[in-house]
């Protein structure tokens, strides 16, 4: 029995994976023994949204008893494929963020943990809020007539969304590598700040226009760069609507923000835990290289 566990967190770096197999990967499945029915809203699959969106966890070769290949557990829920549980353990996210868990093993720094531990209780907190969920009403916004369309269903395929981050969604470039600011240039980014990424991807030929106050450029599109500081980096676009719509991660494309609102502006849309707003910037089409 082994098990592959995906820190499903970042937007712009990949992922953390751990792997794990034997009596460790037969622990972890019991933990995760599924037991009651989730009912009413609980029973949906979670908005996948910026910041901290659960566990995935893939079963690979032989399968447990009672649980799907792969799934999806977050703050003491299962999600699967017509499948929504409770957890035998509730708190597994505070048993992988221990002393002798399972976050420990990954070479991502010594802060890591803690950083994890913060985001999962601010998560919880967040979608525990009774948060109004009803998207703005469309004001009129003007047109972006070479803005790039909003068309989620092209990138939401098997074969493209899980290998295209929000880099490659903001730009309209799919390369299927997870692209990183900097990196087609020989010039990657070397820490988490709007200092770094954001000419990082000037490198890569994106344009750094600050002062663009929302407004379409003439030719081109607009896009904007958020931070969350010391831990990832994330890219919305602005579409032909006037509105602007992301991808986090390798999860679906979204139009909507952390409060599932419309994002007529970045700048002050519910973004979590990328507080730091950087900058716009023109993506030339055509004239871009990433990887």
């Not at 074969?159 to 969604?169: E, V």
Request: aromatic share 10%; charged share 25%.
């Amino acid at each position: 029995m082994a098990l592959r566990i995906t820190v499903d967190i970042f937007s712009g770096r990949p992922n953390p994976v751990i792997e794990v197999q034997g009596p460790e990967a037969d622990e972890i499945l019991g933990r995760l023994r599924p037991s009651r029915k989730l009912a009413g809203r609980g029973a949906s699959e979670p908005d996948l949204i910026l910041g901290y969106r659960g566990l995935l966890i893939e079963q690979i070769g032989a399968v447990s008893a009672g649980l799907p290949r792969s799934f999806r557990y977050l703050h003491g829920n299962l999600f699967g494929s017509r499948f929504s549980r409770r957890a035998e353990d509730e708190h597994f996210e505070d048993f992988i963020s221990g002393d002798a868990g399972l976050l420990r093993g990954l070479s991502l720094g010594p802060g890591f943990t803690e950083m994890f531990r913060k985001e999962v209780a601010r998560s919880k907190k967040e979608r525990a809020e009774d948060k109004d969920k009803e998207r703005h009403k469309r004001r009129h916004h003007h047109h972006c007539e070479c803005g790039p369309l909003y068309e989620p269903a092209w990138w939401n395929v098997p074969q493209r969304q899980p290998f295209n981050n929000c880099y490659n969604y903001a730009t309209n470039y799919r390369t299927d590598t997870f692209a990183q600011p900097g990196l087609a240039a020989g010039s990657m980014y070397t820490a988490l700040n709007c200092a770094s990424v954001g000419p990082a991807a000037v490198k890569d030929d994106l344009i750094s226009t600050p002062g663009a106050n929302n407004k379409c450029p003439k030719e081109g599109h607009l896009v904007a760069l958020v931070i969350w500081p010391g831990v990832d980096f994330h890219w919305f676009r602005k579409g032909r609507n006037g509105f602007w719509s992301h991808k986090p991660g390798g999860t679906p494309v979204r139009n909507v923000d952390n409060s599932n609102h419309l994002i007529p502006d970045p700048r002050t849309a519910n973004r979590s835990p990328y507080t730091t707003f950087c900058t716009f910037m023109v993506v030339m089409h055509g004239h871009i290289k990433i990887r």
